[in-house]
């Protein structure tokens, strides 16, 4: 008699992990166990005992996590599923039958699996968002310096067009020093912005600091200081990780237009460098959120909005098309311009993300660089027709007179 196939479906909660087995015909006693390490470990040790080779979970929160490492190194076959897609009928919601549900499911292979790139990507992708968390407290810190300024009627901002430029940063470790006159404030001013705003920049030095305000001034220098030394640490370490993995996946990506290294190194970090895991590169689009969504009804199109989707690559994407839209000679800059016609920029700005990780698949995948010399094909029926339109409007407005 042929021997049934034991599966494992985990329940995975902050204090508590449910757990079921199911042979294609019974499902065991549900057993608990807990999260710390011991319990992860005893249950790594159970699922072995039983000749467990396939495990499924839900991907809730963090929670997941510890569990997938602990028994990943036990070499076990793991699949993670989104909890929207294994719903159960009203009425049936407990934590003992989600466990057995989610076994079922996978045992009659109906799960449908999220991508859970291999442990370099993922320690790539905490250094990645790490980065991006420091940017955007880098950038409050900035403007809460700003606004103490602001308090003491020095108007940095009216002259300067960033708070982190070598002047601005210049003029406040001057006052935090306590050399607070506006004669010593110009000399941390750049020259070439003395002579593009000749007087104002002396005006908008001219206040009056108090002690608060210079206390707190200086309190938030000391944590800008500290935001950028970690964040220079964590660009280092990720520049040494892709070095060892994914030096000529970086490579190449580099050869996109507006794609530099750290843009790359996140690209890599999100996608995880293997289009294998992209049937095409419009499966890639709906992952990230860069396709509308498919809401259409008797006809009409409701909703073409775009998804939901990977925000940290989306962010990346839309940072790296606006670049590539402003060099020359480029295929984003025509198609950027060509769309801009006919839609708002923002608009614009996503089509031509979608556009720039069609051609990051293509490149990964393929393995070949960017073809720096892409023409546009240009459609001459098309090209003729809009010639005519436009001929009929410039008659019809000479007609007029």
Same mark, same amino acid.
């Given at each position: 008699?042929?021997?049934?196939?034991?599966?494992?479906?985990?329940?995975?909660?902050?204090?508590?992990?449910?757990?079921?087995?199911?042979?294609?015909?019974?499902h065991t006693e549900v057993q608990k166990f807990s999260t710390f390490g011991c319990g992860i470990k005893k249950l790594s040790t159970w699922l072995q005992d039983h000749d467990v080779k396939k495990v499924a979970m839900e991907s809730t929160g963090t929670y997941w996590i510890p569990t997938w490492n602990e028994l990943e190194g036990a070499g076990l076959q793991l699949v993670l599923v989104n909890p929207w897609f294994i719903k159960q009928m009203?009425?049936?919601?407990?934590?003992?039958?989600?466990?057995?549900? /989610?076994?079922?499911l996978l045992h009659k292979d109906l799960l449908r699996r999220s991508l859970v790139p291999p442990r370099s990507i993922r320690?790539? !992708?905490?250094?990645? !968002?790490?980065?991006?968390?420091?940017?955007?407290?880098?950038?409050?810190?900035?403007?809460?310096?700003?606004?103490?300024?602001?308090?003491?009627?020095?108007?940095?901002?009216?002259?300067?067009?960033?708070m982190d430029s070598v002047s601005s940063i210049g003029i406040i470790r001057a006052i935090?020093?306590?050399n607070s006159d506006h004669q010593t404030l110009m000399d941390q001013v750049n020259a070439a912005v003395k002579k593009r705003k000749k007087g104002m920049?002396?005006?908008?030095?001219?206040?009056? /600091?108090?002690?608060?305000?210079?206390?707190?001034?200086?309190?938030?220098?000391q944590q800008y200081d500290?935001?950028?030394?970690?964040?220079?640490? /964590?660009?280092?370490?990720?520049?040494?990780?892709c070095q060892q993995h994914y030096a000529s996946e970086l490579k190449l990506l580099r050869t996109i237009p507006g794609i530099g290294k750290q843009s790359g190194m996140q690209i890599i970090a999100e996608t995880g460098a293997d289009m294998n895991a992209f049937r095409s590169s419009s499966a890639i689009s709906s992952w990230a959120g860069? !396709?509308?969504?498919?809401?259409?009804?008797?006809?009409?199109?409701?909703?073409?909005?775009?998804?939901?989707?990977?925000?940290?690559?989306r962010r990346i994407l839309v940072q790296t098309s606006w670049s590539a839209t402003r060099c020359k000679e480029s295929y984003f800059k025509y198609?950027?311009?060509?769309?801009?016609?006919?839609?708002?920029?923002?608009?614009?700005?996503?089509?031509?993300a979608r556009k720039m990780l069609t051609v990051v698949w293509n490149v990964l995948y393929k393995q070949e660089p960017y073809n720096a010399h892409y023409q546009p094909v240009y459609n001459e029926q098309r090209v003729a027709a809009q010639i005519r339109y436009h001929q009929q409007i410039i008659d019809k407005l000479n007609s007029l007179g």
């Open positions: 008699m042929k021997e049934r196939t034991v599966v494992c479906g985990l329940d995975v909660h902050k204090d508590t992990i449910y757990t079921a087995l199911y042979n294609g015909k019974d009203p009425g049936r919601k407990r934590d003992v039958a989600d466990a057995q549900w /989610i076994a079922t320690e790539l !992708r905490n250094y990645s !968002r790490k980065f991006v968390q420091l940017q955007y407290q880098i950038t409050r810190v900035l403007q809460q310096m700003n606004k103490c300024l602001e308090l003491c009627n020095i108007r940095i901002n009216n002259v300067m067009t960033k935090v020093a306590g920049v002396e005006q908008a030095l001219e206040g009056a /600091i108090s002690d608060d305000q210079k206390f707190l001034l200086e309190l938030g220098l500290l935001l950028l030394d970690q964040a220079s640490r /964590i660009e280092t370490r990720m520049e040494e990780h860069l !396709r509308p969504r498919n809401d259409e009804s008797a006809g009409k199109i409701k909703n073409n909005h775009i998804t939901k989707g990977n925000n940290y690559l198609k950027f311009e060509q769309l801009h016609k006919r839609m708002n920029s923002k608009k614009a700005l996503i089509a031509i």
